[in-house]
């Protein structure tokens, strides 16, 4: 069974970017079945959907972030990596990773999370 | 505001049925049967409990049920346990350049 670990900063100043990167075990990445996705939740709040990325690097972003986010993929680590640039505030939350199967848009399989705060 | 709306909040009793609506658009629920719902307790990561509108993942109780008429998708607990107190989100693909939008979640709580 697949299992997802996110790992990066815990803060980050406001205007700077985030950098997270989801490492995936128990199978590859390149499978074509699945996409590989950033959800994030701040406190207390609901699921946000950041994007998406097939292996060969197509991505799929949420056109209220598409201009502040990146994804990519780097199948000979097996990973997957979010960017969020010039964070604010709003920016802090629980990040998770999750599998999304291509054909039916669910996420199976999620990481445990890691919290990003923004603060200076 | 999210893009799907869910209850804020729902309650029953132990052994009781309940159910939570997202109510979507014809460009995401009415269209698409790819609504998937998630359960998720205090200080954990969601977990996948429904898929494809009303199919549940190997291991998930058959408790769980789910539906879709029109643009509103439901989620229904029946038998209710005190773990099931949670909150609950469900999601949709919506094609076009949105393709996932979550609801607001709905807290539920086993009185």
């Known amino acids: 069974q697949a299992q997802l670990q996110e790992s990066g900063p815990g803060l980050v100043k406001p205007s700077q970017t985030l950098s997270l990167t989801c490492t995936v075990s128990?199978?590859?990445?390149?499978?074509?079945?699945?996409?590989w996705s950033w959800i994030r939740q701040p406190p207390g709040k609901g699921l946000e959907w950041i994007g998406y990325?097939?292996?060969?690097?197509?991505?799929y972003y949420n056109p209220s972030l598409k201009t502040r986010v990146t994804v990519s993929v780097d199948t000979s680590k097996n990973q997957f990596s979010l960017k969020v640039y010039t964070v604010t505030a709003a920016d802090t939350a629980v990040y998770y990773c999750?599998?999304?199967?291509?054909?039916?848009?669910?996420?199976?399989?999620w990481g445990k999370g890691t919290t990003v705060t923004v603060s200076s | 505001q999210s893009a799907l709306t869910q209850p804020a909040s729902v309650s029953g009793s132990p052994g009781q049925s309940i159910t939570i609506s997202c109510t979507g658009t014809?460009?995401?629920?009415?269209?698409?049967?790819?609504v998937s719902w998630y359960q998720q307790h205090p200080g954990k990561a969601p977990k996948f409990i429904i898929y494809?509108?009303?199919k549940r993942p190997s291991g998930v109780s058959n408790r769980f049920s789910g539906s879709k008429s029109g643009n509103t998708a439901s989620l229904t607990i029946s038998g209710l346990q005190a773990d099931d107190e949670a909150d609950y989100y469900c999601c949709s693909y919506a094609g076009g350049s949105t393709y996932v939008v979550f609801g607001g979640g709905t807290k539920l709580t086993v009185l």
């Open positions: 990325i097939y292996y060969s690097g197509t991505t």
């Open positions: 999750t599998r999304v199967s291509q054909y039916y848009y669910y996420m199976d399989v």
């Open positions: 494809e509108v009303d």
């Open positions: 014809s460009s995401d629920v009415g269209t698409y049967n790819v």
């Open positions: 128990g199978g590859s990445i390149s499978s074509g079945d699945y996409f």
